[in-house]
């Protein structure tokens, strides 16, 4: 088990670049988490993954987001024409499907974004 | 829709001392609960989960949590703390309509001190 692996782990840029975040999950999980954790606050829900699905997205995910898993491994995060508001951590996760009880899930150390 | 409240955002203690971080929940089904902690720069660490069966979970480091329905709470204990444990902790609820999806209150900040 090598854990949940996100790269890269800082990123600056300048407003209006696009930025790209990758996340490796740990191997045997089948699903795979976004989240986006501003300073001061707990991780807000972006999105995840089923395999290569993605089951559901949060309001929070503008269409300048975009995330994808093509082959149900690794997953990318893109923002497009990035703005101030972007600054956070976007943090991934990944988890088993469980049965009747709920698999918890395990973070990789995020990608701190600042935009300049 | 569920929701998160941590009651305190800073808890100061000194070194040995007993802690309670509190969380309250709010949810119209049944629910599964956690407790991660966080240290500065690093992503977020389970501490324990209630998913069902015992009320009371433990923690190999020495904490636990206590489900309690009828106050919605799960509030985290530990009964002498180290300077090792400062970080920041965050409680997280989900249930099976949320797609196995957290939701995070805003977080306790646990300052030990010497």
């Known amino acids: 088990d090598t854990g949940v692996s996100q790269d890269p782990r800082h990123k600056i840029t300048k407003r209006g670049q696009n930025v790209t975040f990758r996340c490796d999950p740990i191997?045997?999980?089948?699903?795979l988490y976004w989240y986006r954790q501003t300073l001061g606050q707990g991780p807000e829900f972006l999105t995840y993954?089923?395999?290569?699905?993605?089951?559901?997205k949060s309001r929070l995910l503008s269409d300048r987001f975009s995330a994808e898993r093509p082959k149900g491994s690794f997953s990318t995060l893109e923002i497009q024409r990035t703005e101030q508001g972007d600054s956070a951590m976007y943090l991934c996760?990944?988890?088993?499907?469980?049965?009747?009880?709920?698999?918890?899930?395990?973070f990789g150390d995020g990608t701190r974004l600042s935009i300049l | 829709a569920q929701s998160v409240t941590q009651l305190d955002s800073q808890v100061p203690v000194f070194e040995e001392a007993p802690v309670e971080l509190r969380c309250n929940y709010s949810s119209s089904v049944s629910v599964y609960l956690f407790w991660y902690v966080q240290y500065p720069n690093q992503g977020l660490q389970l501490l324990l989960k209630y998913l069902s069966g015992s009320t009371l979970v433990e923690s190999i480091n020495g904490f636990e949590a206590e489900f309690n329905k009828s106050q919605t709470s799960f509030h985290l204990r530990k009964p002498s703390v180290h300077i090792s444990d400062t970080a920041e902790y965050f409680c997280?609820?989900?249930?099976?309509?949320?797609?196995?999806?957290?939701?995070f209150g805003e977080g306790t900040q646990l300052t030990v001190n010497p």
């Open positions: 191997s045997e999980h089948n699903r």
């Open positions: 993954f089923q395999n290569e699905a993605q089951l559901e």
């Open positions: 997280a609820v989900s249930d099976w309509t949320s797609g196995s999806r957290l939701t």
């Open positions: 996760a990944s988890s088993r499907t469980g049965g009747t009880s709920n698999q918890p899930q395990h």
